[in-house]
């Protein structure tokens, strides 16, 4: 069945970096547009960003672009993270997710679309 492993979560001072990877398996992961959620305490899950089956067309959240960058590597079946410029605002529980649809993107992408979550993993920025 389907698994998604998320890891490098942790505590990074506001200013530094992170990087997210996602461990995918159990499905053919180059066919499917894969996104990064994260959700903070008390407040609804967003989408932060997402990326096609071969890495040519990405969408980021306002609150992220020019900070973090989503990437993939279908021959390991990696989905990576990076975060840069990190903010106290961006802790949250970042979650991998797959899309339902093989084959398929669309620029407006909605939380419906997700069929798989990973656990979850905890980034924290704080001094």
């Known amino acids: 069945q389907v698994q998604l492993v998320e890891s490098g979560g942790g505590l990074v001072q506001p200013g530094g970096s992170l990087s997210l990877s996602c461990a995918a398996s159990?499905?053919?992961?180059?066919?499917?547009?894969m996104s990064w959620y994260r959700q903070a305490p008390g407040k609804e899950r967003e989408l932060v960003a997402n990326?096609?089956?071969?890495?040519?067309?990405?969408t980021y959240a306002d609150s992220v672009k020019g900070r973090f960058t989503i990437s993939r590597d279908n021959s390991k079946n990696t989905l990576s993270l990076r975060m840069n410029r990190l903010k106290p605002e961006d802790t949250s529980v970042y979650f991998c997710?797959?899309?339902?649809?093989?084959?398929?993107?669309?620029?407006?992408?909605?939380?419906?679309?997700?069929?798989?979550w990973g656990p979850g993993t905890q980034v924290t920025v704080a001094s």
């Open positions: 990326i096609d089956t071969v890495g040519d067309r990405t």
């Open positions: 159990g499905f053919t992961f180059g066919g499917y547009t």
């Open positions: 997710a797959k899309d339902r649809f093989a084959f398929s993107w669309t620029p407006q992408y909605t939380e419906d679309r997700v069929d798989s």
